[in-house]
């Protein structure tokens, strides 16, 4: 296998790295990321003039992209700077567009924008617990439930919303408008919201969407596990570089060797997760996406943990202020555990996988 990325995946690497690097300075995602709307508009509208989001969506549809490793390339940016952008829901819901054929220029252009709704208080990760449902009203159906935790939903014009539907599940297309919205901002940055569905008008957009789900699921987990490596990435060469400036008894404290190898664990585990992304990302859209999706969010779980933990303790006490850029680099890597599944869930279901 080639690991090196290809020329035009490099070419969007750098443009997104550029970008971000200029525009969100960690000061300014301080500023934005925990008051409403949780995210910065402004620059959310130059993202999407930039074109980051046709890399999510393949060529057919009328992206340049959409596999597992166009994904991971710009995620993977988006962790570098914490960037608290909207931008897991739009992947998620160009997913289930794509699975049904609907038109995505909307949604690419940035003149929508969406969310998906899947997880519920009582069904945290198992589809085949959903109790939303939806009820054939008119020329169209109705939805009655509640999805928790919408990434994204704070700041979406449309909610695909995951309910039972025909003996299985559908995805519906539901207005905000039509929705009772409470949008909140997450511990560590960047905003979701309650999603409350009474009787609310909606548009079936696909039947029979167990598969359908799964895939955006998968394609969010190897997302979320790329933005990691970008966090995890930066956390280690902030601590690295702290090595240098940091003097104790007249000396650097990276000359002291338990530094040293503590500092090459983590680095180690930031490649051993990279390969693991790798391999999610290669295998996303195939038959054993799942699968790999969860060992790499069992591992990045693991991974991220250790990293954000040992930067502290090496860091000492100015990394738990709220100036200091580890701080925010920490709490994310290890709030990102819950999204999609966390660590002990992803790990019984690669067990599963094995003894099914």
Known sequence: MDFNLTEDRQMLADTLNRFLGEQYPVE????VAYDAPYHDPTLWDQLVELGALYALAPEDAGGMGGTG????????????TLTPE????????LRLLTAAGADQEALLTGATKYAVGITEID?????????TVA??????????????TVYGGQAADVVLVAAKHGGGLGVFAVSASDANITSYGMMDGGGAAEVLLDDAPATLLLADAGAALEDAINAGIVAICAEAVGAMEVTHATTVEYFKQRKQFGVPIGKFQVLQHRAVDMLTEIEQARSIVIKAAAELG?????????????????????????????????AMTWEYAV?????????????????DYHLTQVIKSYTA
Request: aromatic fraction near 6%.
């Open 123 to 131: 069904a945290p990760y198992e589809l085949g617990q959903i109790a």
């Open 69 to 80: 490793f166009d994904i991971s390339v710009l995620f993977e940016a988006l962790g570098k």
């Open 28 to 31: 300014h995602r301080i500023k």
């Open 135 to 148: 009820t054939a009203k008119g020329d169209g159906f109705a939805l009655s439930g509640r999805k928790s």
């Open 86 to 93: 909207p931008v897991l829901g739009a992947l998620m819901a």
């Open 327 to 343: 701080s925010h680099y920490a709490k994310r890597l290890i709030m990102l555990d819950a999204q999609l599944g966390d660590t």
């Open 286 to 318: 195939g038959d054993e996406a799942s699968k790999y999706a969860s060992m790499a969010k069992n591992l990045i779980g693991r991974a991220a943990r250790l990293v954000a933990e040992e930067s502290i303790q090496m860091h000492g006490g100015i």
